[in-house]
């Protein structure tokens, strides 16, 4: 975390390399608490939720349904009111 903002990433895929967004669920401005889901992701064995890691605002959103990721790519900016 650097200054209140938080970079939510992609939890660890494992062996999967290919990454597509599902579905996003928040926009910029939107208010969270933590464990609320941000987007569904799914690789060639799961899906998975990605969960806001603290309360806050969401700053930014770095990804759209359907984009193929890499498993270091910057899903979202969340603002923390620390």
Not at 7 to 15: R, S, T, V
Not at 48 to 68: T, Y
């Amino acid at each position: 975390m650097i200054g209140g903002l938080i970079e939510i990433m992609l939890p660890d895929p494992g062996d999967s390399t290919e990454i597509e967004v599902i579905s996003v669920s928040v926009a910029p401005g939107d208010t969270v608490t933590a464990g609320t889901p941000l987007m569904e992701v799914a690789t060639d064995k799961a899906n998975a939720d990605v969960e806001a890691p603290a309360d806050g605002v969401i700053e930014s959103v770095g990804v759209a349904e359907g984009d193929i990721i890499e498993p270091d790519k910057v899903l979202a900016i969340l603002r923390t009111s620390r």
